[in-house]
């Protein structure tokens, strides 16, 4: 199985504050990687695709970088409802796998 | 656009089997298009992928859980479902059932059902 490390596993940011989270995976996997967000008592929400495809109706502000084994979530201008917690998925083989999570916490 | 809910019981008692039910619309359980999933998430804690039917009928399952796990489809009703067998107390969760597209990227989720395992 493929095991995806997320660091880090909590943030404290402002709103306005660029935040970037990483994950690496034990081996490489292409762009084949996936971001979700999650906020409480919700299903996680589908942000980026491919490693860096913007999923429909996902704000701009979002963006995925990174092929191979290590790749990044980037929030370019934290907004208050962007504070929750987000999952690495990779896509590249089953069964699927996700990272830890990282919480976005309010600073 | 697809939706997916979950039903089922909400508590198990130990040693017995759980049983979950996700009802599709907007989509097709005969599609080819999608790996019909299971996923689950223990209280507080990270997500765990449980298994998929595919295609009418084929399966896979994550290796830790697939000598308890049964994932079936009923294409009369657009419906996929999960049995997982003497389910303990780390069973409890939320699950989720989920299309996973054939990128391996998961574009729909059910809002998610509690399963608490408890005498």
């Known amino acids: 199985d493929i095991q995806m490390t997320q660091s880090p596993s909590s943030v404290s940011a402002s709103v306005g504050d660029r935040v970037t989270i990483t994950c690496r995976a034990s081996?490489?996997?292409?762009?084949?990687s996936a971001w979700y967000q999650q906020k409480p008592g919700k299903a996680p929400k589908l942000l980026i695709y491919?490693?860096?495809s913007l999923q429909s109706g996902v704000p701009s502000r979002f963006s995925g970088s990174g092929s191979g084994t290590d790749f990044t979530l980037t929030i370019s201008s934290l907004q208050p409802e962007d504070f929750a917690t987000y999952y690495c998925?990779?896509?590249?083989?089953?069964?699927?796998?996700f990272g830890g999570g990282t919480k976005v916490e309010i600073k | 656009q697809v939706q997916l809910q979950e039903s089922g019981p909400g508590l198990v008692k130990p040693s017995e089997t759980l049983s979950l039910t996700c009802s599709v619309s907007?989509?097709?359980?005969?599609?080819?298009?999608?790996?019909w999933s299971w996923i689950r998430q223990p209280p507080g804690k990270g997500l765990e992928w449980i298994g998929y039917?595919?295609?009418?009928?084929?399966?896979n399952y994550n290796p830790p859980l697939k000598s308890r796990v049964t994932i079936s489809v009923d294409t009369s009703k657009n419906q996929f479902s999960l049995k997982l067998s003497s389910v303990t107390a780390a069973d409890t969760a939320v699950y989720y059932c989920?299309?996973?597209?054939?990128?391996?990227?998961?574009?729909?989720w059910g809002q998610g059902t509690l399963v608490t395992v408890s005498s």
């Open positions: 907007g989509g097709s359980v005969s599609s080819d298009s999608y790996y």
């Open positions: 081996q490489g996997i292409s762009s084949w």
């Open positions: 491919g490693a860096s």
């Open positions: 989920a299309s996973v597209t054939r990128g391996y990227h998961i574009d729909y």
């Open positions: 998925q990779q896509a590249n083989s089953f069964p699927l796998t």
């Open positions: 039917v595919y295609d009418r009928g084929s399966t």
